[in-house]
Nanobody
Framework: QVQLVESGGGLVQAGGSLRLSCAASGRTFSRYAMGWFRQAPGKEREFVAAITWSAGRTYYADSVKGRFTISRDNAKNTVYLQINSLKPEDTDNYYC???????????????????????WGQGTQVTVSS
């Protein structure tokens, strides 16, 4: 059973930094892609960043390039999202997700569509005060 557990959210002032963690278990994720999404109440889930577990290839939403960094630690089965220069508009619930590639293949580029991510964590809240 796949489990994704996020942590690291909190209340921070604008300009500050946070590092979100996503601990993954229950599967061998070497062929998977891992993504971070965010969502505010009443709004659609928004893609933030993604990474292929094996090669570490990354992909970012234009709105976060230069401020967000996604990475993974294979030994710890953990994916991170480093968020710098936080802005009030970054306030959201942040979700970690895992996407299994088509049978017999691996993700060469991590997907950005939430629809191809099968497994989701419970979310961690990030609140940025101005």
């Amino acid at each position: 059973q796949v489990q994704l557990v996020e942590s690291g959210g909190g209340l921070v002032q604008a300009g500050g930094s946070l590092r979100l963690s996503c601990a993954a278990s229950g599967r061998t994720f070497s062929r998977y892609a891992m993504g971070w999404f965010r969502q505010a109440p009443g709004k659609e889930r928004e893609f933030v960043a993604a990474i292929t577990w094996s090669a570490g290839r990354t992909y970012y939403a234009d709105s976060v390039k230069g401020r967000f960094t996604i990475s993974r630690d294979n030994a710890k089965n953990t994916v991170y999202l480093q968020i710098n220069s936080l802005k009030p508009e970054d306030t959201d619930n942040y979700y970690c997700a895992a996407s299994q590639p088509p049978f017999g293949s691996s993700w060469s580029t991590p997907p950005r569509s939430a629809s191809v991510y099968e497994y989701w964590g419970q979310g961690t809240q990030v609140t940025v005060s101005s």
